[in-house]
DNA sequence: TCTCCTTTTTTGAGTTATCAAAATAATTGG
DNA sequence: CCAATTATTTTGATAACTCAAAAAAGGAGA
């Protein structure tokens, strides 16, 4: 049996994974994001090389393995759709749906799971517009951009929230800007760090550069399928 | 925090408890119950015990203070709770999920709990007919007694399974003998330790003494709100 | 009352996951 | 190229939970 511990360990480094595919994650990098001393870090890793999975190069870095990377989508599919089912059938706040998805992921069975996928109808995002990985079958490839890359005049919709903060997201969502919105950029000032956007009821609205980052966009008017906060 | 462990001592001793109000849990019934070796068992209770969740008399057995039993009634309320949520909207068999409710139940936060309490419409009962344990006030006390201690010729009403066994659960739906069910005894010959039962639907069917002690009824007709199992 | 048997407690040890702090390796600027 | 800084690993401890097996306490029957 898979302890949570480890189940937390894989995904983090998953997602660290991501952020930069090809390079090996970093011991430190890891060590932070799972808020435990680097000595922690070093000594899980080593068990989880041990068990296959993944791969360590003593300081170097760490990379899943194809058995470590299943393990995490696994658990990452289960965050997720979790973070579906509480907003939309339990009607819980999406900003607060990822800190109860941090403990229901290591407790619900793939029998459950697999129920709340069929009754939410197979999604394929979760609240914040993450994809959530298939139940079997690779993970399917984004194509994000920040919103400070967006050049201004041009029209894009809202793909992904890249920061769980209730804060934040409370903030995204009295300003209409939750994934599936459809926004035009109207100004993008460097010098400023400021980006000024129309959303669809008319207003507009002016975000920092590290607000802006944090909203990850698709250009045009790509038509994104899957169930999302309205 | 309360560990997931803790939770479950105190729900194991809470139901032992009640088997026999007045006397004290001895520890190996506790070992026994908690599938752990006696040694184990004395060592939690004695943490138990300086935690002030029970008394504890060394070679004489133990017993919940006012704290272990609340906290112990707040397990078995989200135990409930779950168990009817994924019978009634996730539409599992009845006799599964206990053991999913086993481990959700450490999981669950007060508020997604109160959200399913509040979409099952505050229900009294779950799925096997036990009480829900009330989010604030005493526990409901039920006056249950064991199918064989009907006299023959009387109707009762099944009240509650003290079974989780899913075989035997399926066994009882496949004969309809879900709580709430109506049934008329027919007979019981305590020499033949058989009770034979005529239900709802015509047929009748015959019972051996160990399977019909699992079945607690209520006499007469009285009639039990709260959702259950149709 | 005095063994024998059962129950319970104690003792010693193992596992998992963690931290603190010392030791070591790698990198980087002068 | 070397010293200083930074990243990583090692070492020694701790907490929670568990088991195995020895020791102790309580009966129950002769």
Known sequence: ????????????????????????????????????VPGTATAMVKTLADSGLLEYEPRGGIRLTAGGEQLALHVLRRHRIIELFLVNHLGLDWSEVHAEAETLEHAVSDKVLERMDTLLNHPRFDPHGDPIPPAKGRMPTESWIPLPAVPAGQRAQIAQLSDQDPAFLQFIE??????????????YDPQADAVTLNVPDGSHITLGGAAAEKIMVRLGRVSQCGTRVP
């Open 1 to 36: 049996m898979i302890s949570s511990t480890v189940e937390n360990y894989l995904k983090r480094i998953y997602l660290e994974q991501q952020t930069d595919p090809k390079a090996l994650v970093p011991m430190g990098k890891l060590a932070a994001v799972m808020q435990v």
């Open 174 to 187: 009295r300003n209409a800007l939750t994934p599936g919105t459809e926004i035009y950029v109207a100004s």
